[in-house]
Structures are given as structure tokens and as C-alpha cells.
């Protein structure tokens, strides 16, 4: 009896070892590498071009013709710049709410009644948001005697961006810029730039020593 049981056992044994030497390899546990993670270490995001700025307007040069505009007036007329041509004119881009404006209007009215039967005409450019009636209500308090038109963003292009307020440019007879003003100048300075567009010889100083 100890004999059959000995013998089965042994027979037991056998099977399981023939068995576990049949187990295929794939059933331990080897884990593959994770190249997912690897690839996304790797692959770094494209980065968009930077967007191209539109060029710079440029500001019209001495002795070129003045860019040609037609804009309105407080009253709803439409005024052109090139229908002046024939006098000196005054081109002065302003707005209500710019200090030097105020400080330069003054002279810009005194220079109007005393140049203005010789073949001057100043034009003031509003460039600011106010409406049509606080524009008109601050002209006539600083005294305007010119027009003042509403002013857009495609004219203030045309004459450089206008990067400081007030910009004034001088065209002689011609329509030629001869003269501009970017920001505040003297009010002497203001009126050399007005003989020199009518055409007036300007005064030596020195002509009169000897």
C-alpha cells in the first residue's frame, strides 16, 4: 500500500514539473518601457510665428505736396484741402483735451486776422471723441476765427500717426509742405513758418550792421 502511494506521488511530481517547463514566456510579468511619455518629453510645441506689424505711416517730408483730405465741418460742410489752393494754409491737428493746444490757438487766431487778407487760411483739425457741439463749444470759447473739421484716423495716417498732438504743417501757395510743427512751438516761430508759406522773404538780422 505505501509502495502505490509512494509510486503516485512520484508520478505527481513529474506531471508538475513537465507542466510548469511547458508555462509560456509571456506570463511573467515583464512590463514594457512606456515611449509614450518619451515622445511627449520630446515633441515640444510649435510656436506660432510672431504677427507682422503693419508699417509705419510716414510723416509727409518738406517740400513734398500735402496728402489731400476732405473731412467735415462743425456745420456738416465738407471741406477739401486741395480747394485752399492758391493761399498759404495752416494745417493744425489738435484736440480739446491737449494743454499745448490751448496755449497755441490763441496765437493761431491772431495770426489769422493779421495774415489772412495776404492769402492765409488755418484749418483746425479736431482729433479727439467729444461730440460734434462740445467741439464747436470749445472753439468759440478759445475765439476760433478758422474752420475746425472732425478729424479720422485714415487723415491722421496720411500725415505721419501723429504721435503728439498739437502737429501743424505749413503748405505754401503751391500745396507743398513748406514747414510742420510736431508739439508746441513759440508763437514767433508759428509765424516765421507763415511768412515763409507766403512767400515773404524772411528778415536778416545781421542785413542792417555794417
Request: proline fraction near 7%; include cysteine.
Given at each position: 500500500?505505501?509502495q502505490?502511494?509512494?509510486?503516485?506521488?512520484?508520478v505527481?511530481?513529474?506531471?508538475?514539473?513537465?507542466?510548469?517547463?511547458?508555462?509560456?514566456a509571456?506570463?511573467?510579468?515583464?512590463?514594457?518601457?512606456?515611449?509614450?511619455?518619451?515622445?511627449?518629453?520630446?515633441?515640444?510645441?510649435?510656436?506660432?510665428?510672431?504677427?507682422?506689424l503693419?508699417p509705419?505711416?510716414?510723416?509727409?517730408k518738406?517740400?513734398?505736396?500735402?496728402?489731400?483730405?476732405?473731412?467735415?465741418?462743425?456745420?456738416g460742410?465738407?471741406?477739401?484741402?486741395?480747394?485752399?489752393k492758391?493761399?498759404?494754409?495752416?494745417?493744425?491737428?489738435?484736440?480739446?483735451?491737449?494743454?499745448?493746444?490751448k496755449?497755441?490757438?490763441?496765437?493761431?487766431?491772431?495770426?489769422?486776422?493779421?495774415?489772412?487778407?495776404?492769402?492765409?487760411?488755418?484749418l483746425?483739425?479736431?482729433?479727439?471723441?467729444?461730440?460734434?457741439?462740445?467741439?464747436?463749444?470749445f472753439?468759440?470759447k478759445m475765439g476760433?476765427?478758422?474752420?475746425?473739421?472732425?478729424?479720422?484716423?485714415?487723415?491722421?495716417?496720411?500725415?505721419?500717426?501723429?504721435d503728439?498732438?498739437?502737429?501743424t504743417?505749413?503748405?505754401?501757395?503751391s500745396?507743398?509742405?513748406?514747414?510742420?510743427a510736431?508739439?508746441?512751438?513759440s508763437?514767433?516761430?508759428?509765424?516765421?513758418?507763415?511768412?515763409h508759406?507766403?512767400?515773404?522773404?524772411?528778415?536778416?538780422?545781421?542785413?542792417?550792421?555794417?
Amino acid at each position: 500500500m505505501n509502495q502505490r502511494i509512494m509510486l503516485a506521488l512520484g508520478v505527481a511530481v513529474i506531471v508538475s514539473a513537465l507542466f510548469i517547463a511547458k508555462l509560456p514566456a509571456h506570463s511573467q510579468n515583464t512590463a514594457k518601457p512606456n515611449t509614450n511619455s518619451q515622445n511627449q518629453t520630446d515633441s515640444k510645441p510649435q510656436e506660432s510665428p510672431a504677427p507682422s506689424l503693419p508699417p509705419m505711416a510716414e510723416t509727409p517730408k518738406t517740400g513734398s505736396m500735402a496728402p489731400d483730405f476732405t473731412l467735415t465741418d462743425m456745420k456738416g460742410k465738407r471741406v477739401q484741402l486741395s480747394s485752399f489752393k492758391g493761399k498759404a494754409v495752416v494745417v493744425d491737428f489738435w484736440a480739446t483735451w491737449c494743454e499745448p493746444c490751448k496755449i497755441e490757438m490763441p496765437w493761431l487766431v491772431d495770426l489769422q486776422k493779421k495774415y489772412g487778407p495776404q492769402g492765409l487760411q488755418v484749418l483746425g483739425v479736431a482729433m479727439d471723441d467729444a461730440d460734434d457741439q462740445a467741439i464747436q463749444e470749445f472753439a468759440r470759447k478759445m475765439g476760433v476765427n478758422y474752420p475746425v473739421l472732425r478729424g479720422t484716423e485714415a487723415v491722421a495716417d496720411l500725415y505721419g500717426g501723429l504721435d503728439g498732438l498739437p502737429a501743424t504743417f505749413f503748405l505754401d501757395r503751391s500745396g507743398k509742405i513748406s514747414d510742420k510743427a510736431m508739439g508746441l512751438e513759440s508763437q514767433s516761430v508759428i509765424e516765421d513758418s507763415i511768412k515763409h508759406a507766403l512767400g515773404q522773404k524772411q528778415e536778416d538780422p545781421a542785413a542792417g550792421e555794417k
